[in-house]
């Protein structure tokens, strides 16, 4: 009998601490003690991602981002500030993905029950996401693609 293929799906938060609106606000601001960013991660560990990675900057002001994700057992990809979907691309292809979870760590009510609903929606498509015709509030924003799909919008940018 031949065995499934196990699918690797990774959850990748985008964090940044230099935004220009609010800066600091995944760390800065926390709700009820605890960091924004700390919280979207406990919220993604009730999901069925295989692996998280917190996606930060190089900068030298995300050290802190760095930092939270060591002290929560939770891979880190520092790269580009300039260049988010290179981020991606090259924290997933890190870990061998299938499938990637794009999340950014300004959307502090990210349910694991929708994450896990938009993956089981993604099947054989390219793309899935809550957010192209609005049926959740801002904030619960989870977007989900094939690796082969992000390669692929890496490689055209």
């Keep these: 009998m031949a065995r499934a293929h196990i699918v690797n ?4 938060i985008q964090a ?4 220009s609106r609010l ?9 009820n003690g605890v960091p924004i960013l700390q919280r979207i991660v406990e919220r993604v560990q009730r999901s069925q991602v295989n692996d998280i990675i917190i996606a930060t900057t190089t900068k030298s002001e ?5 930092t939270l994700a060591r002290s929560l057992h939770v891979r880190c990809y520092r790269g ?3 260049n988010v979907l290179a981020r991606y691309w090259h924290a997933a292809k890190e870990v061998s993905a299938d499938v990637v979870v794009r999340l950014t760590a300004d959307n502090p009510f990210t349910f694991p029950s929708i994450i896990d609903k938009v993956v089981g929606a993604l099947g054989v498509s390219d793309f899935a996401s809550n957010a192209i015709s609005r049926t959740y509030p801002k904030g619960c924003d989870v977007e989900v693609l094939q690796m082969d799909t992000l390669e692929r919008v890496n490689r055209m940018a």
């Design 62 to 66: 995300d050290d802190a981002i760095a």
């Design 9 to 12: 799906i990774v959850a990748i």
């Design 16 to 19: 940044r601490m230099g935004s």
């Design 23 to 31: 800066p600091g606000k995944s760390l800065n601001y926390p709700i």
């Design 80 to 82: 580009s500030s300039d």
